[in-house]
């Protein structure tokens, strides 16, 4: 059983910058591919970013060139820096670490606020 436990969400004004982190627990981190995700009110879930075990990278396209994910398989943590923010990135952050269908891991989310 993995634990996810996500951070730095909070209000930022438009143009800003926040960096999220996800600290997991509970198993072997570096096998597992980990994943931002985050929902609007009134929208679906969607995805950010991912990142997997080779840290390859992907991006979706309302995000490419402000956000960058990055995992420190030593201190068992994924990061997201997002630059640029802007009031439609206002969402619960998500972090999700996947291994298999079995192995399939969510956190708590963090509150991301971009307002003026």
């Known amino acids: 059983q993995v634990q996810l436990v996500e951070s730095g969400g909070g209000l930022v004004q438009p143009g800003g910058s926040l960096r999220l982190s996800c600290v997991a627990s509970?198993?072997?981190?570096?096998?597992?591919?980990v994943g931002w995700y985050r929902q609007a009110p009134g929208k679906q879930r969607e995805l950010v970013a991912t990142?997997?075990?080779?840290?390859?990278?992907n991006y979706a396209d309302s995000v490419k060139g402000r956000f960058t994910i990055s995992r420190d398989n030593a201190k068992n943590t994924v990061y997201l820096q997002m630059s640029s923010l802007k009031p439609e990135d206002t969402a619960a952050y998500y972090c999700n670490a996947k291994r298999s269908q079995r192995y399939n891991y969510w956190g708590q989310g963090t509150q991301v606020t971009v307002s003026s």
């Open positions: 509970g198993g072997i981190f570096r096998l597992y591919a």
């Open positions: 990142i997997d075990t080779d840290s390859i990278t």
